[in-house]
Structures are given as structure tokens and as C-alpha cells.
């Protein structure tokens, strides 16, 4: 099968966990034997129209960068793409990349890796877009979030949900842990980052003596630094770097305001390690009980995040956690080999399937 998967953007230098899913999953479909190609628009000078990664083809179409230029710029050059490639399938992730399909005689089937409606903050004519492509957008749509903090879209529309996956040769466990407590995610509003280190704050002063440690970057990044110099801010790490942390850490935070999928709270887990999570994306999932962490249900809540934290470290401290159990639960729902498998057979569903309207009406 010749599957082709339309992104908004791919460095290999500097991977977002949309384009992080895509090159595994597109590493276990070239497993299985079968020929993959991703799809982009170029984000920065020097990048390569094409090139071949693990044998993985990427091609890019030129764009305007300037921010409301950039999926218009590069419409035609995608277009363009998309007819040289002719692949049976394609799989574009999100809204940005479905559009051209709707005006396309091609198989495909969209990924939704969250919704921007969920933000807090978001542009007008995004959500409205967005809507739009999904409403348009030929159906079943695949979705790898299961909760929807403010949106209706996954009851509303025809979704599919298979989630992401995981490596299990990457995360291993790890027997032991230090004092610290783990953030992994850009130092946004939307991660929350600015309560979690309130949080930490707080109760450190109240003698708990936890250390936070936050991997990644982000607007809020020197303000938090300044305000409070106890919490570590790493920046980006990746690699043996970030699955070192995970393992030495003592549990793992992200309680998000909206995630589509939430990647770092599956990698935490498959390094055995507990996890305080919020009730958006895989989160409600993943905490299958008290061993596996805890769920922040008010993300405005510093006291509810600052409760979590000090009932999780209470456990762990007076009755530890199973962490075998923990990863155990990831490898048996979660390896990209399984999420594969539940592409591959809506792929030839719909590759059989003559009927070439796209419209969701």
C-alpha cells in the first residue's frame, strides 16, 4: 500500500509530538512493507523540497512564512504534491492538511490530534475552520483524544478513536527515584506550567521539600525563572536526556487545560512512573487507579494541583507504587504495532469504497 500523510510542517531537528507520531507510526507501516511518504509545507530557509528519512520519503511545498500566509502560499505546491505522489491513501493530520482533500477525488481519512475550540485562547478563524474542515471532511475521522473539555466535536461527528502509541524499546523501567517531581511540555498557558509552579511553591514552603524540574520552552519561561528560582528550568531536552529524567524522577506532572492526546504523560508511564494528569485528552484513561497517579478535575485550581501533588508523594513515600503494573498497562494498549494495525485496516476499508464523496453531509 502506498499511504502518504499530509502535516503541517516536519524537521527532524525539532519535532512536535504531532510530527513525533507521524514518523513512528510511518516507521511501523514501512515494517509492514508498505511504501510511506509525508507531506508538508517548508517553516524555515534551507529545508529540503525532498528527502528520505529511515526510509520514509518527505516532501515539501514552499510557503510564505508569514502567519496567515502560510497554509494559502503553499496550497497550489501541496496540490502538486499531492497528485505526483498518487498515493491509495492518505492520512492528513489535523484540519490545515485535510482541507485540500475536500476538493480532491483521493482516499483519504483525517487524523484530529486535538481541537483548537478547546484552547483558551485561540484565533476565530481557526475554530471556525476547523469546524468547518471536520463538518466537510469525509468520515470516519480518526481521533486520538477520548475527553473534550469544551467542545462537542466527538459526539457530533463521526469519530474514530485510535490513539497514539509508544516504542516500548525506548521506555524502560527504572528501579529507584530522585526527589524531584517532572514537567515535561512548552511553558505555556495551555500546560499549565504557571500553577503547577505555584503549586510547588506553596507546599515546598510548607516543608515538603520536593524539587520540580520542567523540560521545554516557552513564553513564560524567564517570568517563571525570576518568580520562582527554586523550580530547574532545563530547556528542550530530547532523546536519552528526556528518558533519563523520566526515570529518575520521583512521579510526573501535566494537568493541561487541553491536550489532544498528552504523548509525555504515555512515556512517563512506560518508564513506570506515576503521573498527575487532567481530565482532557488520554488523561482519565491512563490513571486506571491510585498507583498510576492522579487526576486534577479543576485545572484553575492551584490548591486541587497542590492536593494531588501532595497525595501522590504521600503514596509513594509510605506505600510506594507498582510501577511493573504501570508499564505493563502501556505495552498491552499502546505499542504503535497495535495503533498500526487499527489504521491499516480503516485504510483498506476505505481504499474498497468506490463512493468518492467527501463531503460529511
Known sequence: ???????????????????????????????????????CRDFKKGELREEEIGGIKIFRA???????????????????????IDADIYNPRDWS????????????IMTSHGFHADYEKTNPFTKFMEKFVLSKAKKPIICVQRKSPKVNYIKKFDFKIIPN??????????????????????????????????AISNLNKEGLKLKLKVAGLGPFKK????????????????????????????????????????????????????????????GPILVQDRDFGRIVKDVHSVREISTAIKSLNNQIDKKGVNNKKIREFVLENY?????????LKLFNEEIKNENFNNSGD
Open 1 to 39: 500500500m502506498k499511504i502518504a500523510i499530509p502535516v503541517v510542517r516536519f524537521s527532524i531537528e525539532k519535532l512536535g509530538g504531532v510530527e513525533r507520531d507521524v514518523i513512528e507510526i510511518g516507521r511501523e507501516f514501512k515494517k509492514k512493507g508498505h511504501d510511506v511518504s509525508i507531506i
Open 62 to 84: 514552499n510557503a510564505i512564512r508569514i502567519k496567515w500566509l502560510k497554509m494559502i502560499s503553499s496550497f497550489f505546491g501541496i496540490l502538486k504534491i499531492i497528485k505526483k
Open 97 to 108: 492538511p485535510t482541507f485540500p482533500f475536500l476538493f480532491l477525488k483521493k482516499h483519504y
Open 165 to 198: 502509541g509508544i516504542d516500548p524499546k525506548e521506555f524502560k523501567v527504572k528501579e529507584g527515584h530522585k526527589k524531584f517531581v517532572l514537567f515535561v511540555g512548552a511553558v505555556n498557558e495551555r500546560k499549565n506550567i504557571k500553577r503547577v509552579c505555584e
Open 223 to 282: 517570568e517563571l525563572e525570576k518568580k520562582h528560582p527554586g523550580v530547574d528550568f532545563l530547556g528542550h531536552k530530547k532523546d536519552e536526556e528526556l528518558i533519563k529524567l523520566y526515570q529518575e524522577c520521583k512521579f510526573f506532572i501535566l494537568p493541561s487545560t487541553a491536550e489532544g492526546f498528552g504523548r509525555v504523560w504515555l512515556e512517563a508511564l512506560a518508564c513506570g512512573k506515576p503521573i498527575i494528569a487532567s481530565t482532557v485528552g488520554e
Open 335 to 343: 505499542t504503535w504495532e497495535k495503533i498500526a494495525e487499527g489504521y
